[in-house]
């Protein structure tokens, strides 16, 4: 059993103590997969991969008794998490190309620029849902390519499969989303 999967099953049993272990235990590797991701994406927009990791942290830690099956399920999850921020994010700064609300202003940590368009992100964003519901594990592995920036051996260690078939589920994924985004979106690379 892992440390994460320990402390993970610790603070399920309200071990207090357990969710601060917990997070210097993955705040490495939530805030390298998070600069990643970030480094990717498309110019002109700035969202630093620290507050990502920290935005993200909120809502895992938010869920009312999480029963966590493991790191892999954990690590899905901060996936989710951080797609679900990136896509928040994506639709308020559309929400003020049209005018609406008040600009929102960012603490800067780099100029980290992202090189994916807002249309882009909330068009894949759309196309995971419908995606998820036809294949769940392709839409899992999407998720942390595309919005997490994971390499198809990080993605196979975190969902505990074989490299070859996370392969199988990225190649599919990625024609699958071409087909319904209809070629709009170029995505990220292999």
Known sequence: MSDVT?????????DSSAAPELFSLIYDELRKLAAHKMAC???GQTLQPTALVHEAWLKLAGAE??????????????????RRILIDRSRRKAALKRGEGIPLEELRE?????????????AVHEAIDLLEREEPMAAQVVKLRYFV?????EIADAIEISPRMVDRHWAFARAWLKSAIGGEAGGPSS
């Not at 780099?110 to 909330?122: G, K, M, R, T």
């Open 149 to 153: 920036g994971m390499t198809i051996p």
């Open 6 to 14: 320990r402390i993970l099953e610790q603070v399920h049993d309200g």
């Open 65 to 82: 008794r999480q029963q966590w099956r493991g790191r892999a399920h954990f690590f899905g999850a901060a996936a989710e998490a951080m």
């Open 110 to 122: 780099s100029q980290i620029e992202l090189q994916a368009p807002d249309d882009e992100v909330l």
């Open 41 to 43: 994406e498309a110019p």
